[in-house]
């Protein structure tokens, strides 16, 4: 089983060493997968290896050196942090190879320095507890480590480290068994101010006075040597008086009684201070340190450190108060604690044992034994009562923990006290922190044995009027799994609850299972609910652990065995699987049914969060068939009311759930007249007429209400509900007509589910409530919403034209028969790109979607009628209207608007195409499968990635489509070789890939070359694509297959050139091809490639304006003088006239350009010139004006005359 530990805050969250779960795009749970998991210290040797590299830095300058020992140390441990046990096999030999360089540190402080750095990351990752045990304890070092640190500078924080380590180590050695003042002549020390020399105990007692009051690590060491130091008999009995009172006052010191307001410093001083003092009375004998604990009490009355606002101060005063508390008693074992007994798990699960023999650390004591307590441990008592209301957790659980120690030395009477004062908070009134410090003590109190059962067999325990377990505790504990304060989702509510998961788990190991007996249904029922449906990931784990350790340790919880399983660490990760899937299995062992039901309508139906409501509706219409009588008889009337409350959020939930568990009745294959009371089925009806008369669909709370309402009239149109020719059909269709004409009115966010949720009750209740029994539509209903619906696709306003068109797409058939025609007329109206602005881009979308639905809600006739059937006189315009929209490429300032229209287009096409090849495949043609399937190909390609995410998709569905497939698809063989069936194109990379490969199929090379070429010369996709591009064209070894792309090439930039979307990445991929030498083939030949790409290219020049563009033809030119012939000279005249263009970023452009071009390309003019050239063209300040710069444009043009023509 799963044990839990508590912690700070978040006590009872379980984590599973070494397996973490994968989370995909949504945030779901993918995969579990192992992770972080380690058995063994396997870095010990590089670990020595850089210690031995240590003297290497001896040198001062070598301070990269000491970086790189420092990082990568500093890595390896770090890989600890979670597994630090594995270093204890090794830390005994890598303090051998450290400590040296500490005892040499006088010699050479620079190693010293390093090597303390390296022992402090050792402790860090291994706690100082385990680590400081390892230090060597031996005589000869004490004088040597306390002689270093006297020489220490405490303002140097470069060797912070060192100090720290240094009273570590000190901390070991004050422990040895012999008395300090026999080393007092052998090593003295400084001489104080009156020339005396200082005892041992005395420099030992300075150096610690000295760093516990700085402000860095040190002092916190400094503390830990002092409580070892000053619990030492012989420093006891000289010194501790006079220590204790130097805390007391530099407390009084640091805090000025006119003063309140601390500073940073006061603050750090106050705590170090306070917590060494817990440290003395913690570690020293309760005999010795007994009588100054009254007097630290009345000192730390009078300094209230209790309402300080720094968090730690109070911490640790909690701390400090325990700790006098326990001073004051006798450490024993209580006689009237709860004995359990052995808590072995496996012996648990054999079956009855006998009990052993409890083995105690201390003697118990009898009753009449205990001492007389004083009144300060009811002083210290109610303080730590106190500390569980703290604002801060760290403090509420000091105070906890305190309580319990406390508690256990207390006779029985005191002891009931206690607990009945901490059940006193457990009240409405009480805040969130109070509820959760409360239950932590009770945490606290149940492991140690001190909350007693109210059945244990004990007469005089019966006597007593105090609070039990029975009548208290767990009726408190089920009622703070489930607890929320009126934010709902404030963090120390969380905290409540996760600390209630943790008391159930304390329950389950403290008490013998026939104790915990009458309340286990109570118990198992609200872990189970907390573990289903809890809103947060840790509480819901922590109620599944605190399950699964009660099923373990008791063994009487009903179905524990069976329902372990099912709520497990990883079954509780995602929230909706919980309240779908897991509650439903839940609810089928009758002891959960009723109890989770009434969970979901009294508290998740009624939630802040909408989509906790959404998801106990859902929840509810899965749980129905599990308790369908209860559901009608008892769910529905109680949630009726709510749907007029107050308050939105009740409202919202009770409307969706009512519709849910309608629908899920509907389901159950009864009609809802024999299942639901008339009373019933007339409160669903006057849903909407209440709304509607108190105003509920106003503002922002009526967009929730709207999407709730639209809901319950498509689940009730889909449960038949018998109100055919009622008044209330009418009033519910201009409910829906309302909200897709003011869709415009609400927020951007809203609108998406308002459209979906006002066309879904659209096409419900249009199908049930407006046709006939023959199967026609009512009369005058037909040309009423067609009328209405059609003129709404001219409006004005691009919401109201989109969602009028998606209400056209979800109309019945039986509507469209007889003007489906004039249907599809005016949906192809507002898909069709425009020419001008506004685009319309949403609407053209929503006209795309419901072109494809309409398609596939009428039938589809070969002979049909146009005007009720998709047949051979329509189906052409349908998809010329859908292959328009997939070649949308329409932009403004916000980029590509129209993506959204291609992606529905691709879907749309798809979905229609598939329907056809079932119920009528003589409308795919071959010239129809032609054209389709030359359509998409090309965005494969794209460098939308979205976009050719969803058309990759879309190919390979059909390409691969079985149920019947698709005849007709040019070169379907290779298609299928290049995109194999059970292999998935998942990145960019792949499907550029792939996309290069079906440029050797001739049907698809010009569109799919176009767009190749324009990812080419994208910056974001160019890296991918360059690759796969150029391997096709150097696979172009015969002249012919070259001619054929050169010539296509050209016929591509000829069209596409002059299109300002695409022309600059054409003509970056045409000069990526240039560079690369895909050319080289016809570099010799007299091949008019060449020429007709310069003249396209300066064509271009004719009407360029875009900087960019302009420098991109540029580098095309530069390209073309690989190439022989004349065209060499009026490349170089061009570019010689751009030498002299009046932007300066031009100049400088060519400039560069000519000089690399000169370098690439020896053969253009012989050594001597072109060495003057280059000169001319690096010395030159071409940012200079043109005026300026026309004598070395002379000289240029000088030596350009001289530009070979054909290699010599």
Same mark, same amino acid.
């Given at each position: 089983?799963?044990?839990?530990?508590?912690?700070?805050?978040?006590?009872?969250?379980?984590?599973?060493?070494?397996?973490?779960?994968?989370?995909?795009?949504?945030?779901?749970?993918?995969?579990?997968?192992?992770?972080?998991?380690?058995?063994?210290?396997?870095?010990?040797?590089?670990?020595?290896?850089?210690?031995?590299?240590?003297?290497?830095?001896?040198?001062?300058?070598?301070?990269?050196?000491?970086?790189?020992?420092?990082?990568?140390?500093?890595?390896?441990?770090?890989?600890?942090?979670?597994?630090?046990?594995?270093?204890?096999?090794?830390?005994?030999? $890598?303090?051998?190879?450290?400590?040296?360089?500490?005892?040499?540190?006088?010699?050479?402080?620079?190693?010293?320095?390093?090597?303390?750095?390296?022992?402090? $990351?050792?402790?860090?990752?291994?706690?100082? %507890?385990?680590?400081?045990?390892?230090?060597?304890?031996?005589?000869?070092?004490?004088?040597?480590?306390?002689?270093?640190?006297?020489?220490?500078?405490?303002?140097?924080?470069?060797?912070?480290?060192?100090?720290?380590?240094?009273?570590?180590?000190?901390?070991?050695?004050?422990?040895?068994?012999?008395?300090?003042?026999?080393?007092?002549?052998?090593?003295?020390?400084?001489?104080?101010?009156?020339?005396?020399?200082?005892?041992?105990? /005395?420099?030992?007692?300075?150096?610690?006075?000295?760093?516990?009051?700085?402000?860095?690590?040190?002092?916190?060491?400094?503390?830990?040597?002092?409580?070892?130091?000053?619990?030492?008999?012989?420093?006891?009995? $000289?010194?501790?008086?006079?220590?204790?009172?130097?805390?007391?006052?530099?407390?009084?010191?640091?805090?000025?009684?006119?003063?309140?307001?601390?500073?940073?410093?006061?603050?750090?001083?106050?705590?170090?201070?306070?917590?060494?003092?817990?440290?003395?009375?913690?570690?020293?004998?309760?005999?010795?340190?007994?009588?100054?604990?009254?007097?630290?009490?009345?000192?730390?009355?009078?300094?209230?450190?209790?309402?300080?606002?720094?968090?730690?101060?109070?911490?640790?005063?909690?701390?400090?108060?325990?700790?006098?508390?326990?001073?004051?008693?006798?450490?024993?074992?209580?006689?009237?604690?709860?004995? &359990?007994?052995?808590?072995?798990?496996?012996?648990?699960?054999?079956?009855?044992?006998?009990?052993?023999?409890?083995?105690?650390?201390?003697?118990?004591?009898?009753?009449?034994?205990?001492?007389?307590?004083?009144?300060?441990?009811?002083?210290?008592?109610?303080?730590?009562?106190?500390?569980?209301?703290?604002?801060?957790?760290?403090?509420?659980?000091?105070?906890?923990?305190?309580?319990?120690?406390?508690?256990?030395?207390?006779?029985?009477?005191?002891?009931?006290?206690?607990?009945?004062?901490?059940?006193?908070?457990?009240?409405?009134?009480?805040?969130?922190?109070?509820?959760?410090?409360?239950?932590? @003590?009770?945490?606290?109190?149940?492991? &140690?044995?001190?909350?007693?059962?109210?059945? !244990?067999?004990?007469?005089?325990?019966?006597?007593?009027?105090?609070?039990?377990?029975?009548?208290?505790?767990?009726?408190?504990?089920?009622?703070?799994?489930?607890?929320?304060?009126?934010?709902?989702?404030?963090?120390?509510?969380?905290?409540?609850?996760?600390?209630?998961?943790?008391?159930?788990?304390?329950?389950?190991? @403290?008490?013998?299972?026939?104790?915990?007996?009458?309340?286990?249904?109570?118990?198992?029922?609200?872990?189970?609910?907390?573990?289903?449906?809890?809103?947060?990931?840790?509480?819901?784990?922590?109620?599944?652990?605190?399950?699964?350790?009660?099923?373990?340790?008791?063994?009487?919880?009903?179905?524990?065995?069976?329902?372990?399983?099912?709520?497990?660490?990883?079954?509780?990760?995602?929230?909706?699987?919980?309240?779908?899937?897991?509650?439903? +299995?839940?609810?089928?062992?009758?002891?959960?049914?009723?109890?989770?039901?009434?969970?979901?309508?009294?508290?998740?139906?009624?939630?802040?969060?909408?989509?906790?409501?959404?998801?106990?509706?859902?929840?509810?219409?899965?749980?129905?068939?599990?308790?369908?009588?209860?559901? @009608?008889?008892?769910?529905?009337?109680?949630?009726?009311?709510?749907?007029?409350?107050?308050?939105?959020?009740?409202?919202?939930?009770?409307?969706?759930?009512?519709?849910?568990?309608?629908?899920?009745?509907?389901?159950?294959?009864?009609?809802?007249?024999?299942?639901? @009371?008339?009373?019933?089925?007339?409160?669903?009806?006057?849903?909407?007429?209440?709304?509607?008369?108190?105003?509920?669909?106003?503002?922002?709370?009526?967009?929730?209400?709207? &999407?709730?309402?639209?809901?319950?009239?498509?689940?009730?149109?889909?449960?038949?509900?018998?109100?055919?020719?009622?008044?209330?059909?009418?009033?519910?269709?201009?409910?829906?007509?309302?909200?897709?004409?003011?869709?415009?009115?609400?927020?951007?966010?809203?609108?998406?589910?308002?459209?979906?949720?006002?066309?879904?009750?659209?096409?419900?209740?249009?199908?049930?409530? +407006?046709?006939?029994?023959?199967?026609?539509?009512?009369?005058?209903?037909?040309?009423?919403?067609?009328?209405?619906?059609?003129?709404?696709?001219?409006?004005?306003?691009?919401?109201?034209?989109?969602?009028?068109?998606?209400?056209?797409?979800?109309?019945?058939?039986?509507?469209?028969?007889?003007?489906?025609?004039?249907?599809?007329?005016?949906?192809?109206?507002?898909?069709?790109?425009?020419?001008?602005?506004?685009?319309?881009?949403?609407?053209?979308?929503?006209?795309?979607?419901?072109?494809?639905?309409?398609?596939?809600?009428?039938?589809?006739?070969?002979?049909?009628?146009?005007? #009720?059937?998709?047949?051979?006189?329509?189906?052409?315009?349908?998809?010329?209207?859908?292959?328009?929209?997939?070649?949308?490429?329409?932009?403004?300032?916000?980029?590509?608007?129209?993506?959204?229209?291609?992606?529905?287009?691709?879907?749309?096409?798809?979905?229609?195409?598939?329907?056809?090849?079932?119920?009528?495949? &003589?409308?795919?043609?071959?010239?129809?499968?032609?054209?389709?399937?030359?359509?998409?190909?090309?965005?494969?390609?794209?460098?939308?990635?979205?976009?050719?995410?969803? #058309?990759?998709?879309?190919?390979?569905?059909?390409?691969?489509?079985?149920?019947?497939?698709?005849?007709?698809?040019?070169?379907?063989?290779?298609?299928?070789?290049?995109?194999?069936?059970?292999?998935?194109?998942?990145?960019?990379?792949?499907?550029?890939?792939? #996309?290069?490969?079906?440029?050797?199929?001739?049907?698809?090379?010009?569109?799919?070359?176009?767009?190749?070429?324009?990812?080419?010369?994208?910056?974001?996709?160019?890296?991918?694509?360059?690759?796969?591009?150029?391997?096709?064209?150097?696979?172009?070894?015969?002249?012919?297959?070259?001619?054929?792309?050169?010539?296509?090439?050209?016929?591509?930039?000829?069209?596409?050139?002059?299109?300002?979307?695409?022309?600059?990445?054409? !003509?970056?991929?045409? /000069?990526?091809?240039?560079?690369?030498?895909?050319?080289?083939?016809?570099?010799?030949?007299?091949?008019?490639?060449?020429?007709?790409?310069?003249?396209?290219?300066?064509?271009?020049?004719?009407?360029?304006?875009?900087?960019?563009?302009?420098?991109?033809?540029?580098?095309?030119?530069?390209?073309?003088?690989?190439?022989?012939?004349?065209?060499?000279?009026?490349?170089? %005249?061009?570019?010689?006239?751009?030498?002299?263009?009046?932007?300066?970023?031009?100049?400088?452009?060519?400039?560069?350009?000519?000089?690399?071009?000169?370098?690439?390309?020896?053969?253009?003019?012989?050594?001597?010139?072109?060495?003057?050239?280059?000169?001319?063209?690096?010395?030159?300040?071409?940012?200079?004006?043109?005026?300026?710069?026309?004598?070395?444009?002379?000289?240029?043009?000088?030596?350009?005359?001289?530009?070979?023509?054909?290699?010599?």
């Amino acid at each position: 089983m799963v044990q839990m530990k508590g912690g700070s805050g978040n006590g009872a969250a379980m984590a599973m060493e070494g397996m973490e779960l994968e989370m995909d795009n949504g945030g779901e749970p993918g995969r579990i997968i192992w992770g972080n998991v380690l058995y063994s210290f396997v870095e010990s040797e590089e670990a020595k290896a850089l210690i031995a590299r240590i003297p290497d830095t001896r040198n001062a300058g070598l301070f990269w050196e000491w970086e790189n020992l420092m990082q990568r140390f500093t890595e390896i441990m770090n890989k600890y942090q979670y597994q630090p046990h594995l270093l204890d096999p090794h830390l005994d030999s $890598l303090l051998e190879l450290l400590l040296p360089f500490v005892r040499d540190g006088e010699k050479e402080p620079w190693l010293c320095n390093l090597a303390c750095r390296f022992l402090q $990351l050792i402790c860090k990752v291994r706690g100082y %507890k385990a680590f400081v045990r390892l230090f060597p304890h031996e005589v000869v070092d004490i004088v040597p480590v306390l002689e270093l640190l006297e020489q220490e500078n405490p303002a140097d924080l470069e060797r912070c480290q060192v100090r720290y380590i240094l009273l570590l180590w000190l901390c070991m050695l004050v422990l040895i068994p012999f008395d300090l003042a026999r080393f007092d002549g052998a090593r003295p020390g400084p001489e104080t101010p009156d020339g005396a020399n200082p005892t041992l105990m /005395d420099r030992i007692l300075n150096i610690a006075k000295l760093y516990v009051l700085q402000q860095d690590p040190p002092s916190f060491a400094a503390s830990i040597l002092i409580s070892r130091f000053v619990t030492r008999p012989d420093v006891q009995k $000289l010194r501790s008086p006079q220590f204790l009172d130097w805390i007391i006052e530099q407390l009084h010191c640091e805090i000025p009684p006119s003063n309140r307001e601390f500073t940073i410093k006061y603050q750090y001083h106050t705590e170090k201070l306070l917590y060494t003092l817990a440290l003395i009375f913690k570690h020293g004998k309760r005999e010795d340190f007994l009588p100054y604990a009254s007097t630290v009490l009345h000192h730390l009355k009078d300094l209230n450190f209790e309402t300080s606002p720094n968090i730690a101060l109070r911490k640790v005063h909690s701390k400090l108060l325990q700790w006098l508390g326990l001073s004051y008693l006798k450490p024993h074992l209580a006689p009237w604690r709860y004995q &359990r007994g052995s808590r072995c798990l496996l012996d648990n699960l054999r079956g009855p044992r006998k009990e052993p023999e409890v083995c105690a650390t201390y003697p118990e004591t009898r009753e009449e034994d205990y001492e007389e307590v004083p009144e300060d441990v009811e002083e210290i008592i109610e303080q730590l009562l106190l500390g569980l209301k703290d604002k801060d957790t760290d403090v509420r659980w000091t105070a906890a923990k305190g309580i319990g120690r406390v508690t256990g030395r207390l006779p029985k009477q005191l002891a009931d006290e206690v607990v009945a004062s901490v059940l006193e908070y457990l009240s409405a009134g009480e805040s969130s922190t109070t509820w959760h410090g409360v239950l932590i @003590a009770f945490a606290e109190l149940a492991r &140690r044995g001190l909350l007693l059962p109210s059945r !244990l067999p004990d007469e005089n325990y019966k006597q007593l009027s105090v609070p039990t377990i029975q009548t208290h505790v767990v009726p408190y504990l089920c009622k703070a799994l489930l607890y929320e304060d009126q934010l709902c989702m404030s963090r120390i509510s969380i905290q409540v609850r996760d600390a209630t998961c943790y008391v159930c788990w304390a329950f389950a190991r @403290a008490y013998d299972p026939k104790d915990l007996q009458p309340f286990v249904n109570e118990i198992a029922r609200g872990l189970v609910i907390a573990a289903l449906f809890d809103r947060q990931l840790n509480c819901r784990r922590a109620a599944s652990a605190a399950f699964q350790e009660n099923v373990g340790r008791q063994g009487t919880f009903p179905h524990g065995i069976d329902l372990v399983t099912s709520l497990d660490y990883f079954a509780a990760a995602t929230l909706t699987n919980s309240y779908l899937n897991t509650s439903v +299995y839940v609810a089928g062992f009758p002891e959960y049914t009723f109890p989770i039901i009434d969970h979901l309508v009294e508290r998740k139906i009624v939630h802040l969060d909408s989509a906790i409501c959404q998801l106990a509706s859902k929840a509810l219409h899965n749980l129905t068939p599990k308790a369908p009588t209860y559901m @009608a008889d008892v769910v529905l009337p109680k949630l009726l009311p709510l749907t007029s409350s107050r308050y939105l959020n009740t409202r919202y939930g009770a409307v969706l759930s009512c519709s849910e568990i309608t629908h899920a009745l509907h389901k159950l294959g009864r009609r809802l007249s024999d299942v639901l @009371a008339a009373e019933t089925i007339q409160g669903l009806k006057d849903i909407h007429s209440n709304l509607q008369a108190s105003k509920r669909y106003r503002g922002l709370a009526g967009t929730l209400m709207r &999407r709730a309402v639209c809901s319950l009239i498509e689940k009730l149109s889909l449960s038949h509900i018998p109100f055919k020719n009622d008044a209330i059909v009418e009033s519910w269709q201009e409910l829906i007509d309302d909200c897709l004409s003011n869709i415009h009115r609400f927020n951007a966010g809203d609108r998406p589910g308002i459209e979906a949720a006002a066309t879904t009750a659209l096409s419900a209740l249009s199908r049930e409530f +407006y046709r006939t029994e023959s199967g026609q539509a009512l009369p005058g209903i037909q040309d009423l919403l067609l009328d209405h619906y059609l003129g709404g696709l001219h409006c004005d306003i691009e919401q109201v034209r989109g969602s009028f068109a998606m209400a056209l797409g979800v109309l019945p058939a039986f509507l469209l028969r007889g003007r489906l025609q004039q249907v599809l007329q005016g949906l192809y109206g507002v898909a069709k790109t425009p020419s001008t602005f506004p685009a319309f881009h949403d609407a053209r979308s929503d006209a795309v979607f419901a072109i494809a639905s309409v398609c596939t809600t009428v039938d589809a006739c070969w002979d049909g009628d146009e005007q #009720a059937d998709l047949c051979q006189e329509n189906v052409d315009a349908v998809y010329n209207a859908l292959m328009e929209a997939m070649n949308d490429f329409t932009r403004n300032i916000q980029g590509d608007v129209s993506l959204k229209v291609r992606v529905a287009a691709f879907r749309a096409v798809t979905d229609v195409t598939l329907l056809l090849a079932k119920r009528e495949p &003589r409308f795919l043609t071959a010239d129809l499968m032609r054209r389709l399937m030359c359509a998409f190909a090309p965005h494969m390609g794209e460098t939308a990635k979205n976009s050719q995410m969803f #058309a990759t998709s879309s190919f390979l569905k059909l390409l691969h489509h079985d149920s019947p497939p698709l005849d007709h698809i040019p070169h379907r063989r290779q298609l299928e070789e290049i995109f194999p069936r059970n292999e998935a194109l998942c990145t960019p990379t792949e499907i550029f890939s792939c #996309a290069a490969r079906v440029l050797g199929l001739p049907a698809y090379r010009p569109g799919m070359l176009l767009v190749l070429l324009v990812a080419a010369g994208n910056v974001s996709t160019a890296q991918v694509v360059t690759k796969p591009l150029l391997e096709y064209i150097r696979s172009n070894e015969d002249s012919v297959e070259m001619n054929d792309f050169c010539e296509l090439l050209l016929e591509i930039l000829d069209s596409h050139l002059e299109n300002p979307r695409i022309s600059a990445e054409l !003509l970056s991929a045409a /000069d990526v091809m240039l560079s690369s030498g895909c050319f080289d083939i016809i570099e010799g030949s007299n091949h008019p490639f060449p020429q007709k790409l310069f003249s396209q290219c300066s064509k271009f020049l004719c009407h360029v304006g875009n900087l960019n563009k302009l420098k991109k033809v540029i580098s095309v030119f530069c390209g073309l003088m690989q190439f022989h012939g004349e065209l060499r000279r009026d490349i170089a %005249k061009r570019l010689l006239c751009f030498l002299g263009h009046r932007l300066l970023q031009v100049r400088v452009w060519v400039a560069e350009q000519l000089y690399e071009m000169l370098l690439m390309f020896d053969d253009l003019l012989s050594p001597e010139d072109g060495e003057a050239t280059m000169c001319i063209l690096s010395e030159t300040n071409w940012e200079a004006t043109p005026d300026t710069l026309k004598p070395v444009l002379d000289k240029l043009k000088e030596y350009m005359t001289k530009l070979q023509t054909h290699p010599v």
